[in-house]
């Protein structure tokens, strides 16, 4: 799919998963994800660094067939940030009502000419098909249930941010597993930085043969917290509830919600993530999301950082 | 709710209303807006001025959780107009559908490191209630029936345009007072800055003891109008006829709106005013709208240079 | 309706048809065009050109009223690649909703001092409406039945690019010509360049008297095509099918859709071209509408440039 040889430093025409990433091509985004940091903390002129300005007369499309605030805020503030000149396109306005194809779609934007465009589709695979149709690079924004790659970096820099280094961190996911493309992004990005990882669902939310994965699996949370040096709780789509796939919201809460009971069997330094927007009461109880253990607001700096990186490495030129 | 001591030149951390405001500060805002204007007019290579860049590199969020389209874009116009990044996001794209509360979306914005945030919402309060909570400069678009306070600033720029000066004027405001926030945000700036207000009603829409706000209160118009040197009529919000407050769309406009004959009772020099969108035939009729007395596009011309004002001072150091 | 002398290069004040255009005036919107190109292709420093940074400091309103991904998206892109800040203002945002009328609605929008407005509107003439009360040039983005003249030279520059020069090249255009405003535009502009044009429709989508426009009026595709230069398919808007203007889907295809089977009547070198987006199988056969004979993503990528010469020359002071 991806070009032969792509001249940016990542070594890939498009960011389309983390299923393929390396460590050595996480640690890269990462790491420039910081040098950006460094520069917001610094407040030095922000419009003298080249680093800021590398995306400069360049455009970025955002193509997005799914409702988001923060997603699509967060890559347009990088692209911003960066000096891109953003179009946003959402399928409210966009011809697809009009019966044309997402490539016919894909390929009038690319004739625009964009220097790249990230998608967010219900369709898993999506990204990767118009990656291997058009030529500019394509971020994937979430694909229905396939991977979400930008907030499994974003969630990686935060999990290192605050425990120092990512090399044989414990980290569970508790969630509806089967359906999380945050579950499928993160699993493959912490295992790829030598993390261990388990996750946590009810038996009818657990992928089928998941430990083919490389992850261990639980169904009982008290059991599955012990020994963990991050927990990541996983958004609640409480339209599956109606399908009979998901408990009630009292059910779910009371069997996986984090709460203070269940704060008390993790270990005393914890790290409670969450990709929001957290349903209070159901995934987290307000005194676990508003306690000293939660990071999901540096979550949420971290992914403009991260975007920021992702979006001038894929059009840094050599 | 503000912090301690803001490092700007209002002294304010956030403009939430205008109840608090004491002339000095309106001096000041309506001062710096005129300097934006005299910019405008001048013709001046806008892209020297450290005036007009002076939201260089910084970020303003829109989060607008009611439609409009005059405020809005006279917000975004103005933040654009001083170089800053500007991110929309409203009630249809946000998270709020997803039932995050209305805290936990305006955190998440601040995690992305905006320089300040625009509230525009149907609950009065809200904007001090986020004040309270973010560090971050909050401006109120409009909050519910409790303020609006921008425009009651470019309402009195524009009194003071044709008026020279607004020490000592007569101002009468006509409609639904009890629901009005151009009513509320109006009344506390006329006064702070020594004019003498009068509100005219019907008495379903005049607030319960609305002398203690320190004006005269009328419900015939006729009587009302009789030497006001500037008359404000307020939109008529036909939601509420349904609720039997409002009379019909006929009667309003035989009792409350002003027509050719009711102009000619006033002043001859008096100044017409309407916040916008206008019910052309009901508030005002088409003859009076489109007169010379009437100085509706000069408010909508002042509204961007009062929100380039407030925008620069709030995010200005000292 | 246009002011006595406008001081710009072409001539005129706003961009409203190409009914009233003269050769000229195309031959420097397309030669402006062509030198965009040039600066795109070169990869020079876009910042540096001062053709390309000549909207900077200004502001262009887009006011859409019908929805639109390509149009929007194409002038909004040429818009902030000449440096202009954009407000986008749509239907579903607008106070048109409250009431208020597009007179009222535009005087707004030009008491907030933007440097040109495009507007996109059902209603046939309501570009020249405002142009007549507006000072600032107004670029017609598509009236109703009328004009859509931005299309229109987008597809003569991309016919010139194809075949060296427009004189004297035979020219089909295929589908609804009655309700069609880029047939109107295209019939206009490609006669201006000394083009010999021909319509091919079913009879109850042919306007009557058709002739009196200068044009060939065919209603059999095999016959329309043979010898023409071009063959421009226009887009079927289904919605007319229930008003029993249209026959079904199946039939306007087999009888109007250009499929392999048409195209081999074509000249060899003929040129494909639709202004999307294309409803593949009925105006297009897949294979004709990816063939080498077509033309569809030039148009896209012209559709930019022109609109970069347009808001460039429109808003350039002699």
Do not use: W
């Amino acid at each position: 799919m991806a070009v032969a040889s792509p001249q940016n430093a990542l070594g890939i025409k498009s960011l389309l998963g983390t299923e393929s990433l390396v460590k050595s091509q996480i640690r890269l985004i990462i790491d420039t994800a910081q040098e950006y940091r460094k520069l917001q903390d610094s407040k030095l002129d922000k419009i003298q660094s080249s680093l800021l300005g590398s995306l400069k007369g360049k455009t970025v499309v955002l193509l997005f067939f799914e409702a988001s605030t923060r997603t699509r805020s967060s890559f347009e503030l990088a692209a911003k940030r960066l000096g891109a000149e953003v179009i946003v396109l959402t399928q409210q306005m966009s011809s697809v009502d009009k019966g044309e194809t997402l490539l016919d779609t894909a390929r009038n934007i690319e004739a625009m000419q964009p220097d790249l465009l990230v998608l967010r589709h219900p369709s898993a695979g999506s990204p990767m098909y118009l990656d291997g149709a058009l030529k500019i690079p394509i971020v994937n924004g979430g694909d229905g249930f396939h991977e979400h790659p930008t907030q499994a970096l974003l969630d990686l820099m935060t999990i290192e941010e605050f425990k120092g280094s990512l090399e044989g961190l414990k980290v569970l996911i508790v969630g509806d597993i089967a359906h999380s493309r945050v579950a499928r992004s993160d699993i493959y990005a912490l295992k790829a930085m030598g993390c261990s990882v388990s996750v946590c669902a009810p038996p009818t939310l657990m992928p089928p043969k998941v430990e083919k994965m490389g992850v261990q699996a639980f169904t009982h949370l008290d059991e599955a917290v012990l020994g963990q040096d991050v927990v990541i709780a996983l958004r609640v789509q409480f339209e599956r509830m109606n399908q009979g796939q998901l408990p009630s919201r009292a059910e779910y809460s009371r069997f996986y919600g984090i709460n203070a009971r269940v704060l008390k069997l993790c270990k005393e330094d914890v790290l409670i993530m969450h990709p929001g927007p957290v349903n209070r009461g159901v995934e987290l109880a307000t005194e676990v999301a508003d306690s000293e253990r939660s990071v999901i607001l540096n979550q949420v700096s971290n992914g403009v950082l991260i975007r920021m990186a992702v979006l001038h490495l894929l059009t840094k030129k050599e």
